[in-house]
């Protein structure tokens, strides 16, 4: 197989790396020596950053049993009782983690706030459309958090129960999250942008004993009401016992609802129920695109572990930071970001559209509430750039460290326009992992280098491998991303999968005991990794497989382009039609000239390979409700699927730009009997 990304005879030069004492200074190397002093890893070398953290990585996946270990004792997490092992069995999917240990998310997030010296500083910043922040203090999160605990258990919520939010990124999400975790009762959530199908495709399947909801909101400098999907929900969920409405806008309760606060008036110290260390946290959701999402469970020691080490070490973030990611309660995102608390940083709650009132506007979230990591989508850096935002310029950044990109690859001119245009010394994350282990499988590390287009390198604890179609191992060449050794935030099981038939379906029969993501990706020989994009929407032409990140990452230089998508479509005769969809920007045409610049521009950048057999104008490009390109489906599509076999019209941004291509695929095949190439 040939990689876009090769590695070449020429070393590419970082376009960042950390100072000698940024790097002396991060979390990850006082972590680091640590475990060589006390758990057998092999020593740091200040002088060779890149061969002592691949040192530090290849110990982490050899000894699975001491690096855990070692994470939870640097981390101080408390066991109420203790484990008999940390990996008792190793097998994936069932692999079993500190087996006998109890213990408690929700009081790990919190003990900041027993420390009297803190307990009044802001633990949570919110901030709206008008970009104020409004600060909840330590002792306030702790004290509503209590209040609403001692609520849910009166009201007959136990462990294991669930309990459903239909909220925005407010801090009554987060302190519904924490009460529900405190509980031992499991939580899950979708954004209150989802319609009442998406919602209830969703929290039907957990039959949730409480929804906490509001029944309006604001973004994009309107009122959006809710209140009759709040009822519709109501109505569809039998097994609620309670709704608890939160007047986000100041309305009344509907009738039968009780008032938010009320129920986190009580000044009421936390009661922490301990549960096994494998015992559900919260219920995440798949995109859903082709059937019901599949309904993802995660445990409380699981990710307590994976995310103090993802946040605490790989992020850099500890007690004083401040904690932005713009993000939405119905993407995996907010979980993380909620975990800020564990390392004791400020949250950053943003409850708003992402450029409103216009392109800037995260940037000057950023600003205002001094974040020391800001994290936001590629696309949203791409807009940026196209826009011609000069942020480091223009704003005063000086508190932000790191700029992190997720949702899709971050494309080389990303990184190198966050680093003229918003900072030199930024420290530039693009980070890639998944709901499916709400976490990161490669990504930020402090003290590391940063080259244009790629991830810096796997996470620790993560034996991240590029492996070919027949499981061998690949370097500097594409492979299909796997994981050889489990993650404790690898999920417990989906609900309603007693046998996990539905669960080894997703990820171990590609590769027998091995997870497989579904994304291509390379692993370069300097220990950095690049990600194409989906394996499953894979762009095969004559042999070689290719990635639709690459060509996204090409075309969408292209001022004259908003946004594309490229599908690869097997034809009857044994042929192959790969057409390029392109929205184009405001007052852009799609003449001959633009035609030929594309071509050349993917040819130049790319290969003639990746040169599509046709470019099409389309009015927009579909996507799920967190943001990803529905490239299988509109591949389906045009193949003459019917959009009700192929898509779950309540997971998608916009049905009607999925009916434009079921439209041109029939007229296609009408023309041309089958050959999609006209």
């Known amino acids: 197989m040939t990689a876009a990304h090769a590695a070449t005879p020429t070393e590419p030069a970082p376009l960042w790396r950390p100072s000698r004492e940024r790097a002396a200074g991060a979390r990850l190397t006082a972590f680091h020596a640590h475990v060589a002093a006390r758990h057998g890893a092999p020593p740091p070398s200040p002088d060779d950053p890149e061969g002592s953290y691949a040192a530090l990585h290849r110990w982490s996946v050899d000894e699975l049993d001491a690096f855990w270990s070692a994470v ?77 605990a001692a609520a849910l258990r009166e009201h007959g919520v136990r462990p294991g129960d669930r309990v459903a939010g239909y909220l925005p990124n407010v801090p009554q999400a987060v302190v519904a999250l924490l009460a529900t975790a405190c509980v031992g009762a499991v939580w899950t959530s979708c954004a209150p942008d989802f319609g009442a199908r998406s919602v209830l495709d969703r929290f039907q399947q957990v039959e949730p ?12 400098g309107r009122e959006h009401e809710r209140a009759s999907t709040v009822a519709e929900l109501r109505a569809g969920l039998p097994t609620l016992r309670a709704v608890v409405h939160v007047p986000l806008l100041g309305t009344p309760a509907p009738d039968g609802a009780l008032e938010w606060d009320a129920l986190t008036a009580a000044d009421t110290e936390p009661e922490f129920t301990q549960v096994p260390f494998d015992h559900p946290l919260w219920v ?123 949702g899709s690859p971050l494309p080389p001119d990303g990184f190198r326009w966050l680093h003229e245009r918003a900072g030199a010394d930024l420290w530039i994350a693009s980070v890639s992992g998944g709901t499916d282990v709400c976490s990161c499988f490669a990504g930020a590390v402090p003290t590391l280098p940063v080259y244009p287009g790629e991830l810096q390198a796997p996470g620790l604890g993560t034996d991240l491998r590029a492996w070919s179609p027949d499981g061998l191992p690949l370097t500097d060449e594409v492979g299909e991303l796997v994981v050889a050794a489990p993650m404790p935030s690898m999920p417990v099981r989906f609900w309603n999968d007693p046998d996990d038939a539905r669960y080894r379906d997703a990820y171990f029969t590609t590769f027998p005991g091995v ?70 920007a405001e007052g852009a045409a799609l003449d001959d000239a633009l035609r030929a610049s594309i071509r050349r521009t993917i040819r130049e950048h790319l290969s003639p390979r990746h040169v599509p057999d046709e470019v099409i104008e389309v009015p927009g490009v579909p996507h799920t409700l967190t943001g990803k390109r529905l490239e299988v489906p509109v591949k389906r599509l045009l193949q003459g699927a019917a959009l009700e076999s192929t898509v779950n019209p309540g997971s998608v941004d916009d049905v009607e730009l999925l009916r434009f291509f079921e439209r041109l695929g029939r007229e296609r095949a009408a023309v041309s009997g089958g050959d999609y190439r006209g």
């Open 284 to 406: 995440l959701y798949s995109s859903g695109t082709t059937g019901l999402p599949k309904a993802i469970v995660q445990s409380q020691g699981g990710i307590l572990l994976e995310h103090l080490k993802q946040l605490g070490l790989h992020c850099d973030l500890g007690p004083g930071d401040r904690f932005f990611w713009y993000t939405s309660t119905g993407w995996m995102m907010w979980n993380f970001l909620v975990s800020g608390l564990l390392t004791g940083t400020t949250v950053v709650l943003y409850d708003g559209a992402p450029g409103y009132p216009d392109t800037g506007a995260q940037w000057r979230v950023a600003e205002r509430t001094r974040a020391a990591l800001f994290g936001t989508s590629a696309a949203y850096v791409m807009a940026c750039a196209k826009a011609d935002l000069h942020p480091g310029r223009d704003l005063d950044l000086s508190a932000v460290r790191c700029v992190a990109t997720t």
């Open 515 to 584: 997870w497989r993501h579904g994304d291509w990706i390379t692993l370069t020989s300097r220990g950095t990794v690049v990600i194409h994009g989906r394996s499953d929407s894979t762009l095969n032409r004559q042999g070689v497989r290719m990635g639709s990140a690459d060509i996204y990452e090409a075309v969408e230089r292209l001022p004259e382009i908003r946004e594309s998508l490229v599908v690869g479509i097997e034809l009857p005769d044994g042929g192959y039609w790969m057409p390029l969809f392109v929205r184009l």
């Open 209 to 220: 004993v409480v929804l906490v909801t509001v029944d309006r909101y604001r973004y994009g």
């Open 72 to 148: 939870a004792d640097w981390f101080d997490v408390r066991f109420a009782t203790p484990h008999q092992a940390v990996l008792a069995d190793r097998r994936m999917p069932g692999a079993r983690w500190f087996p006998g240990a109890t213990l408690n998310y929700a009081e790990h997030a919190l003990r900041r706030a027993l420390d009297p010296a803190v307990a009044e500083e802001p633990a949570l910043l919110r901030v709206d459309e008008r970009h104020r922040p409004e600060p909840v203090s330590w002792a306030e999160l702790r004290r509503q958090v209590g209040s609403l």
